[in-house]
């Protein structure tokens, strides 16, 4: 395999090794992963995770990056309230929530933090359409990444956190806190009081 033949072949910008070998059959499997290894170290390819590869050309967004990574996983915590503007602070590495281990993967494209979350809280996130690219990813809608943010960070005081509340369907917040632990509630609760 070359290089001019697995840009000739493939047409996604973001693949997974397995691919690659289906596109060349009559290689063995570990020459297709070999060759894969010296594209990376001649900068052509970017390797994200074991068997996952992005042309280096393609400058996918973080955040699809971020649910090809870790799976399941969908963007939360500092990442999503940023994304809606919530919270002013740019983010340095991606933030994910999945109902599995918490990891984290450091790439040629940044830091990407996956966070465990008990399954009975894994919901409340929506499908978003990449503006350049035809990939989506999935991210969560801003109440329950604030409910996300204050439950994974153990925070009991919002005060202090520069949160824009502005965007914040308030009845939403209240409805998805309901499932969360007492706490959680009580601080959500204590900022709508002041």
Do not use: C
């Amino acid at each position: 395999m070359k290089i001019t033949e697995l840009l000739n072949r493939m047409t996604a910008p973001l693949f997974f090794d397995y691919q690659a070998e289906r596109l060349f059959p009559g290689e063995p499997k570990h020459l297709v992963n070999v060759q894969l290894a010296r594209f990376v170290r001649a900068g052509v390819l970017i390797r994200l995770k074991r068997g996952l590869y992005e042309f280096s050309h393609a400058k996918i967004d973080e955040l699809v990056l971020a649910n090809f990574i870790y799976r399941p996983s969908y963007i939360s915590l500092e990442s999503a309230l940023n994304y809606y503007g919530i919270i002013p602070d740019v983010v340095q590495n991606v933030t994910s929530i999945s109902p599995v281990t918490t990891r984290t993967f450091k790439t040629g494209r940044g830091v990407f933090m996956y966070s465990k979350i008990v399954k009975d809280l894994y919901f409340g996130w929506q499908t978003v359409k990449d503006s350049k690219s035809d990939f989506s990813f999935m991210i969560a809608e801003p109440e329950k990444a604030l409910l996300d943010y204050v439950y994974i960070r153990r925070i009991r005081d919002l005060t202090d956190q520069r949160i824009d509340f502005g965007t914040i369907d308030r009845g939403k917040l209240i409805k998805y806190s309901r499932i969360f632990p007492s706490w959680v509630i009580n601080t959500i609760n204590e900022q709508y009081n002041k």
